[in-house]
């Protein structure tokens, strides 16, 4: 997909060029599972997903982020900078935020209940979220 948008970019000369992942890669290397279902625009409907219930969020491990849906983002966002490099166009990278890659990790039907069982639950699972999404040492 990196090298039509480069193509299209060095045509059009546009003032930027816009890296946006799907949404399944802040889920995928946790458990989430999506299918095409035929939606004309591409959309992928989740199928499966990590979480559950409140304790699941206790069994997500930090991803590694050279592997997997990550390590495939690392890798489309460096052949597009690579392809763009003599053009000066800067890249923008689409990231979504610890509540969007929360939701699509217990869906949206659950994500009020999940996130407000108890007092404080929610900035819990929240920082827990952005914990795991840390680069690993």
Not at 51 to 68: F, Q
Not at 112 to 123: E, I, L, Q, R, V
Request: charged letters at 25%; glycine letters at 8%; proline letters at 10%.
């Amino acid at each position: 997909m990196f090298k039509p948008s480069s193509i299209f970019e060095l045509r059009y000369d546009w003032d930027l060029c816009m890296v946006a992942p799907p949404w399944s890669f802040a889920g995928g290397d946790y458990g989430l599972q999506e299918a095409w279902q035929g939606a004309p625009n591409g959309e992928r409907v989740a199928v499966r997903r990590p979480i559950r219930r409140s304790l699941d969020w206790t069994d997500l491990r930090p991803a590694e982020p050279s592997k997997g849906e990550l390590g495939r983002l690392a890798e489309t966002i460096a052949a597009v900078l690579d392809g763009l490099q003599m053009t000066g166009v800067p890249v923008v990278v689409g990231v979504l935020s610890p509540l969007t890659q929360a939701e699509r990790l217990v869906g949206r039907e659950l994500a009020h209940p999940t996130f407000t069982p108890a007092p404080g639950s929610a900035d819990d699972r929240l920082e827990y979220v952005d914990r795991i999404d840390r680069p690993v040492p």
